[in-house]
């Protein structure tokens, strides 16, 4: 049988290989450089494993989904259409209420995750997600996520999220803007200029998850 290969073949060599691999023990996280990170129920840690370069237009309130100090961090600085990260948060924690401009899929990886979007009429609806559940938006809904895991209050759980797009941008929603603006704790240059941002590692071991963590029975 002959048959025409459509996609060009490539053979990276290991050494350029190496620059694709991200050993989830070496990444490091941020806590800022969003709008919202400031906010005491909106505190995580954003890991960038791949992608996240920085989209064309950065501001108070839109800019890349790891934010500015993140998206500059990535182990794996590709462009090829999608971005892939991690978030740890304590129970309770998760982002506000915001908006992408590409899709965005939500797999739970430790911990319990609740993803709420908006239904129309100031109404929310969400699930709730157990280890390995996935969750995908569309572009243009507005969203958030949070870790209702039942457990030691100082337990962190692990969600990834994949982006689609080169440099895809979020966007806060105006209520969530007024609400951290209420709180006086709408400072972005707080978090993302400082000369010695704190980068710490991941809390989790993934060769010492339990069934708690897990959700496992």
Same mark, same amino acid.
């Given at each position: 049988m002959t048959a025409d290969e459509k996609i060009a073949r490539i053979y990276p060599t290991k050494e350029e290989m190496s620059t694709r691999i991200a050993r989830f023990r070496? +990444?490091?996280g941020f806590d800022g450089g969003l709008a919202d990170s400031n906010m005491p129920e909106a505190k995580r840690l954003l890991f960038n494993v791949i992608g996240f370069q920085p989209p064309p237009e950065e501001g108070m309130d839109? @800019? =890349?989904p790891v934010g500015a100090l993140a998206a500059r961090m990535s182990p794996i600085k590709i462009s090829e259409g999608f971005n892939l990260g991690y978030c740890e !948060?304590? *129970?309770g924690k998760g982002p506000m209420m915001h908006n992408h401009d590409t899709n965005e899929t939500f797999c739970a990886i430790t911990g319990q995750w609740r993803a709420s979007w908006e239904v129309g009429g100031g109404e929310i609806d969400y699930f709730d997600l157990h280890p390995l559940d996935v969750i995908s938006f569309p572009p243009g809904v507005i969203r958030r996520f949070e870790n209702i895991s039942d457990g030691p209050k $100082?337990?962190?759980s692990l969600l990834m999220f994949v982006i689609a797009g080169d440099a895809p941008t979020a966007e806060f929603t105006k209520? =969530? +803007? #007024? #609400?951290?603006d209420r709180a006086g704790l709408l400072d972005m240059e707080q978090n993302d200029s400082s $000369? !010695? *941002?704190v980068w710490? @590692?991941?809390h989790l071991d993934p060769s010492e998850f339990t069934p708690a963590q897990t959700g496992s029975s």
């Open positions: 070496d +990444l490091k839109t @800019g =890349s !948060a304590l *129970p $100082d337990q962190y209520e =969530s +803007l #007024e #609400e951290i $000369d !010695a *941002p710490v @590692g991941p």
